[in-house]
């Protein structure tokens, strides 16, 4: 059974700090994996989708990784602000028609 | 596009009552799913449709759940009776293809069961 885990559960950072969030999955076989923004008391954001063929995927200030061979994925932000402080949640596919297994997710809170 | 619409937005009932959550998805989306997200467990999916046809409902916790999805551009999450440990935030999600396509989702509606 697949299972993702995101440590730690909450980050707090100031302002302009360049951060990593991290993401593990423990069965390497994997369709594709994505990185979800939800701030509170709203939906949730695809942010990235990294197909298993990819090493990484990039949008703006932000850049996922993938390691599959490792089962870990990470979110860089670059540049932090305080409109990026949400929970960030990835969640692996483990083929076309699975469905998304998630992590818990990490708070982030950026500092100004 | 208004995005995937979910009805109520809070939903406060008492034990034993019968609550019925509704979603809109995304206009030419074929795929829509149900999710649960509480503390605990975090986000867990319940059932997902295709072409308005239920594919996955190995989710759904109890008998107590079922959904369904008459047409293309609505569906029902329903829970009768209600118990206090079906309190979570309960999304809808919609995508044009499942395996290459990302999910859409709706604001979520948050169900206290007292």
């Known amino acids: 059974k697949q299972e993702v885990t995101q440590i730690p559960a909450a980050l707090s950072v100031p302002e302009g700090e360049n951060l990593v969030l991290n993401c593990s999955f423990t069965d390497s076989a994997i369709y594709n994996l994505q990185w979800f923004r939800q701030d509170p008391g709203k939906g949730l954001t695809s942010l990235l989708l990294i197909q298993s063929s990819q090493r990484e995927q990039t949008s703006g200030r932000l850049n996922a990784s993938l390691d599959k061979s490792s089962g870990r994925s990470t979110l860089y932000i670059a540049a932090s602000q305080p409109g990026d402080s949400a929970t960030y949640l990835c969640a692996v596919q483990a083929g076309a028609n699975s469905k998304l297994t998630f992590g818990k997710g990490i708070t982030l809170s950026v500092r100004p | 596009d208004a995005g995937v619409i979910q009805s109520p937005r809070h939903e406060v009932t008492e034990m034993g009552q019968e609550v019925t959550l509704r979603c809109k998805p995304i206009s030419g989306h074929d795929y829509l799913f149900w999710y649960r997200q509480t503390m605990m467990r975090g986000l867990e999916l319940l059932i997902y449709?295709?072409?308005?046809?239920?594919?996955?409902d190995s989710g759904m916790p109890e008998d107590r759940f079922s959904a369904k999805m008459p047409n293309a551009s609505f569906s029902t999450l329903k829970i009768q009776p209600s118990e206090p440990r079906d309190s979570a935030v309960y999304f809808c999600?919609?995508?044009?293809?499942?395996?290459?396509?990302?999910?859409?989702f709706g604001p979520g509606t948050r169900l206290t069961v007292l």
């Open positions: 449709f295709n072409n308005n046809v239920p594919i996955d």
């Open positions: 999600a919609s995508s044009h293809r499942q395996g290459s396509d990302t999910q859409y």
